[in-house]
C-alpha cells in the first residue's frame, strides 16, 4: 500500500493520486488474498504511472520555465 500513498506530495499530483489510492485502499479491504489481489494492484499501479508521469512531466516544465526567466 506505501506505493499508493499521496499525501507526500505536491497539492496538484494529489489531485491525480488520490483517486487510485483510494481504489486501492478499498480492494486492499475489500478483496481476499491472491493472485487476483496481486493482478488488481498491478494493474491500478499501471494506471497510476499514466496519470501521474503526465502530471510529474508538466511540473517539471513549469519549474524550468519559470527558472529560465
Avoid at 491472491?34 to 501521474?52: D, H, I, P, T, V
Avoid at 516544465?61 to 527558472?67: H, L, R, S
Wanted: net charge neutral.
Amino acid at each position: 500500500m506505501k506505493y499508493f500513498a499521496y499525501q507526500h506530495l505536491p497539492e496538484h499530483l494529489q489531485e491525480v493520486s488520490k483517486p487510485i489510492g483510494d481504489l486501492a485502499t478499498l480492494m486492499d479491504e475489500s478483496l481476499p488474498d491472491g493472485a487476483e489481489k496481486s493482478e488488481a494492484f498491478a494493474s491500478c499501479s499501471k494506471l497510476k504511472m499514466r496519470w501521474y508521469v503526465p502530471s510529474w512531466v508538466k511540473s517539471l516544465q513549469k519549474i524550468f520555465a519559470e527558472g529560465l526567466r
